[in-house]
């Protein structure tokens, strides 16, 4: 479903955090560990976005876009902005569950002796890149599908978790 500039910019107003990830040709010159970042929103006037990064090798930094091009679209409760028809950004508002709520999920999913297969491993890791959590460096893949291995709670003790 196609976007107003107007309403993109209503739903990242200043102070919003979402989750940012580059896509299509954009995603090749991308720095390393930049592919995905939370990013907060500090303006959102009609000639530009502002955000700061939150997490990522640049944290604090900040980025802008430009909207002179720029056309939006809603897809998969994404949102995807486009420059002359080249994808090149996916936003992932972010969500109202808590971070120890999307963790439990996690946990939930993963432990499964089956594990998730690789689309639902693609959604459940940007809530949780969007939370903030590191439980993503546990995971491991095993013929398409993504689990969380035995033994891997002796590891958390360097996570926030509960």
């Given at each position: ?43 959102n006037s009609t ?93 491991k893949a095993t ?20």
């Amino acid at each position: 479903m196609k976007l107003s500039k107007a309403e993109v910019r209503r739903r990242l107003s200043p102070g919003t955090q979402f989750t940012g990830e580059f896509i299509g040709q954009n995603a090749k010159f991308c720095a390393p560990g930049m592919e995905v970042c939370r990013r907060e929103v500090q303006t959102n006037s009609t000639h530009q976005l502002i955000s700061k990064l939150l997490d990522g090798p640049k944290v604090g930094e900040s980025i802008y876009l430009q909207w002179s091009n720029v056309v939006a679209r809603e897809e998969n409760s994404a949102i995807i902005l486009s420059d002359e028809g080249d994808d090149f950004l996916k936003i992932t508002e972010r969500t109202n569950m808590e971070k120890s709520e999307i963790e439990g999920l996690a946990i939930a999913l993963l432990s499964d002796d089956q594990g998730i297969n690789e689309k639902a491993y693609d959604l459940l890791s940007g809530l949780l890149v969007a939370a903030g959590s590191n439980i993503t460096q546990f995971v491991k893949a095993t013929e398409g599908r993504f689990y969380l291995p035995e033994g891997w709670e002796e590891l958390t003790h360097t996570l926030a978790l509960q």
